[in-house]
């Protein structure tokens, strides 16, 4: 069983230093390669699907949570405001959909723009107490995952399913497993938006994408957002552990509050329906839980080091270096790992968690060839380093969780 506090430090991906402050962990280099991997792979996923990005400020008045709900629903979650004088006070956000909101509202918009997919990876914070907070899975400072998209009551459904198609396809490319997927629902309490026309038409465009995608569901109450229900896609940890990872949302409140329109084909102004979506989550936690998932053993595309090149003696050196420059620019990490880290057998159990070993000894150096160790304990039979590059490049441009084709062959 693997604890990502414990790996991820041993791996130097990240740490957390008192002076920084608890829950806000900083990212070291190869954490931070990982990291950029990750956003890049979600930012291109997103692009293909139609989505547009936008950045939006960490910042906001008082009143603009006020006007969303956050405010009388989420305030204990809130770091206080910040009092600039003349009555003004801003506020670290807890969540991006106010901000995208009001983009949206920028400007006049035509039912034949719809839907309008709108995407951010941005930064929000939450006031965690200190005895919840763990790792990279609770912290104060994070990195979200967030779109909206804005569409026509008839879209909805539509959309939906195609960011619940989204998660999927990414969970694929990660090796990551649903542990089960929830429809979440208000409970008893007063945390929920008092509108119970617009939580029943939710429900059942929510139900209805579910029964049509054919997974299996559990209902469960007091899950819902303050402002409408929502499909979780639970994940479990390495303890067994169960947690929400991905959402999907659909929202009719913050419409409203925002009054926000466009305008239809009969040139009245209508209402959108605001469909929250996260492929996964928080930066921080889905890190997390790709340490405990892999152990350390990241799929090759999104290693921090995805070859470790190990020249047998000095005069391979160049050679090696030679490879490391032209992996680089094909877009693949490659780090040279000479004879001053110690023998052979040492280098390679150093590299273990590293997708692919390049062995260079004087026979490959001479011919141009490569001697590949996969991790998964396979070597093949040299071949042209051309060769070799080509098949790694080509996996790992295609999100592939496999370590080498079948026609590669083995031994």
């Known amino acids: 069983m693997h604890d990502h506090r414990k790996l991820g430090r041993e791996l130097e991906l990240f740490d957390t230093d008192p002076l920084i402050g608890a ?46 709900g956050h405010w009388a629903h989420y305030s204990d979650d809130m770091f206080p405001p910040m009092d600039l004088g003349e009555g003004q006070q801003l506020v670290l956000r807890p969540s991006l959909c106010p901000h995208h909101a009001l983009i949206y509202r920028s400007r006049a918009h035509s039912y034949r723009e719809l839907p309008l997919r709108m995407a951010e990876l941005g930064g929000m914070y939450r006031a965690e107490l200190s005895g919840v907070l763990g790792g990279l899975t609770r912290v104060r400072s994070i990195q979200l995952n967030d779109a909206h998209i804005f569409c026509t009551v008839e879209q909805v459904a539509a959309e939906a399913r195609g960011a619940l198609d989204m998660i999927l396809r990414a969970y694929g490319a990660l090796g990551v497993r649903a542990a089960r997927f929830r429809l979440s629902l208000p ?15 939710s429900t ?29 896609v639970q994940v479990e940890d390495a303890a067994g552990r169960e947690f929400t990872l991905s ?7 913050q419409p409203e509050r925002f009054d926000l329109h466009y305008i239809g084909e009969d040139g009245a102004k209508h209402r959108p329906v605001m469909v929250h ?14 340490i405990e998932q892999h152990g350390g053993a990241f799929p090759a595309w999104l290693a921090p080091k995805q070859l470790a090149v190990l020249p047998v003696s000095d005069a391979e050196l160049p050679h090696a270096e030679a490879l490391a420059a032209r992996c680089a620019e094909l877009g693949l990490r490659a780090e040279v790992s000479d004879r001053g880290r110690g023998s052979l057998g040492a280098r390679i159990r150093a590299a273990r968690l590293v997708p692919y070993q390049v062995v260079i ?31 790694i490049t080509a996996l790992t441009a295609a999100h592939s969780t496999a370590l080498w084709d079948e026609e590669a062959g083995g031994r």
């Open 23 to 68: 829950g806000l962990p900083y990212w070291l280099p190869d954490g931070a390669e990982l990291r950029h991997t990750l956003e890049e792979y979600i930012r291109g996923a997103e692009r293909r699907a139609g989505y547009r990005h936008v950045y939006s400020p960490v910042l906001g008045k008082r009143e603009l949570y006020e006007r969303s």
């Open 187 to 201: 409970g008893p309490g007063g945390k929920y938006v008092a509108a119970p026309e617009l939580w029943r038409r």
């Open 204 to 232: 059942a465009l929510l139900t209805e994408v579910l029964e049509a995608s054919g997974l299996p569901y559990e209902a469960a109450e007091g899950e819902a957002a303050f402002y409408g229900p929502k499909i979780d």
């Open 247 to 253: 959402t999907v949302q659909v929202d009719f409140h």
């Open 277 to 290: 979506r996260s492929i996964i989550g928080s930066v921080e936690r889905a890190v997390a839980h790709l």
């Open 361 to 391: 000894g004087a026979a490959e150096a001479a011919d141009g060839l490569v001697a590949l160790r996969l991790r998964d304990g396979r070597r093949l039979a040299p071949m042209p380093a051309g060769d070799a590059l080509s098949r």
